[in-house]
């Protein structure tokens, strides 16, 4: 099948309004894992048993609910629709203004795409290990690799350039939440527009820093080759708690993972897709 081909399966796919609606499911699965996130960053604030409060804590928390398994079986099955729906917009170049959009902007889009991908199988796999009672917690996958990679100066450059990355990738959360540039991705209209705006900023700004601090640990923690520092979120947000005002700000960290939870259930309605 030649480029043109396949752009056409895919502009076909992202036409088809029937596999737009189940795709949607995955920000509805995203939506309940920040939220479940946030809630235990809260838990571990006033000291109380907790999961760690990242993606494996997240999907480690539903297995333990009733129909625990059903839900993580869904969500493989919405993190997995989305994905597919990414690879498809990845390949049509399909931006949410695609019946105006630039070559520019379009180009733009498929490099996000191609990213969410990646974000999206990730997020499926770790549900299916969930699912079937082999998760491994983030963190201890984190050190894993980073104590592998700080075996050699190579690795030690390919960890600190990730964490500069990850830092970038942090700031234009924090940017796009700012400047409310995630408007575009969104139809809106009446009075709901209002709401969503602010638990989009909020949201984007709390888990730009979130992410931002991820890089900037994966970093300290390869300049002083410490690789049981680089645990991800549940360890940004620990040394956060630990810090002065720590349970405060800890709360507060917590409280904005659930609003970007929030405007995610939003974006679940009204994403232009």
Not at 222 to 233: D, N, S, V
């Amino acid at each position: 099948m030649g480029d043109a081909d396949s752009s056409k399966a895919a502009s076909a796919v992202t036409n088809n309004l029937t596999f737009e609606k189940f795709a949607r499911a995955g920000f509805v699965a995203s939506a309940f894992l920040h939220v479940i996130i946030g809630y235990l960053a809260i838990r571990i604030a006033l000291g109380k048993p907790s999961q760690p409060a990242d993606q494996s804590g997240a999907l480690a928390e539903l297995a333990n609910k009733p129909f625990g398994a059903l839900t993580l079986w869904l969500c493989v099955a919405a993190f997995g629709l989305m994905a597919l729906w990414q690879v498809a917009k990845a390949i049509a170049g399909r931006s949410p203004d695609h019946l105006t959009g630039s070559g520019a902007s379009k180009a733009l889009v498929r490099v996000e795409a191609i990213g969410l991908v990646g974000v999206y199988f990730v997020l499926a796999f770790s549900a299916f290990s969930f699912a079937h009672g082999a998760g491994e917690r983030s963190g201890d996958r984190s050190v894993d690799v980073s104590t592998r990679l700080m075996q050699s100066g190579i690795g030690r450059a390919a960890l600190i350039v990730a964490g500069v990355v990850t830092i970038a990738i942090g700031g234009y959360h924090v940017y796009k939440g700012v400047r409310r540039k995630f408007v575009h991705d969104l139809k809106l209209a009446g009075a709901s527009s209002t709401v969503v705006l602010w638990i989009g900023t909020i949201g984007y700004v709390a888990k730009g820093f979130a992410i931002a601090g991820v890089g900037l640990l994966f970093i300290v923690a390869t300049i002083h080759a410490r690789p049981g520092e680089a645990t991800g979120l549940d360890g940004v947000l620990k040394t956060l708690g630990a810090q002065a005002y720590g349970q405060v700000l800890l709360i507060v960290a917590g409280v904005g993972i659930i609003i970007f939870g929030l405007y995610d259930f939003a974006v679940a309605r009204y994403e232009k897709m």
